[in-house]
């Protein structure tokens, strides 16, 4: 059972940047695979970014290039530095531990990021 809170969304010009934090809670941190999701208004939630406990990463097409997921075991934190922000990066972001594939135990609040002009 991880628990998380997300924080650092706001709105952003495009073009923008922002870095989302994940504070997770538990001792088994370290073991899990933990993602970035995203729901954007009118659209299903969809994986962003995922990093496994050694540190492989992998991405969405969408942020390929753009956005950077990274994770200090030591603070039991997940970050998600997201760069070149465009409108359609306009969703409430979530983060969560996963297992087998699927996300693991409740949603957070998320935090929100609008990319506007």
């Known amino acids: 059972q991880v628990l998380v809170v997300e924080s650092g969304g706001g709105d952003v010009q495009p073009g923008g940047s922002l870095r989302l934090s994940c504070a997770a809670s538990?001792?088994?941190?370290?073991?899990?695979?933990m993602g970035w999701y995203r729901q954007a208004p009118g659209k299903q939630r969809e994986l962003v970014a995922t990093?496994?406990?050694?540190?492989?990463?992998n991405y969405a097409d969408s942020v390929k290039g753009r956005f950077t997921i990274s994770r200090d075991n030591a603070k039991n934190t997940v970050y998600l530095q997201m760069n070149s922000l465009k409108p359609d990066d306009t969703a409430v972001y979530y983060c969560?531990?996963?297992?087998?594939?699927?996300?693991?135990?409740?949603w957070g609040q998320g935090a929100q990021v609008t990319v506007s002009s």
């Open positions: 969560n531990a996963r297992y087998g594939n699927s996300p693991l135990g409740s």
């Open positions: 990093i496994t406990s050694g540190g492989s990463t």
């Open positions: 538990g001792s088994a941190f370290r073991f899990y695979t």
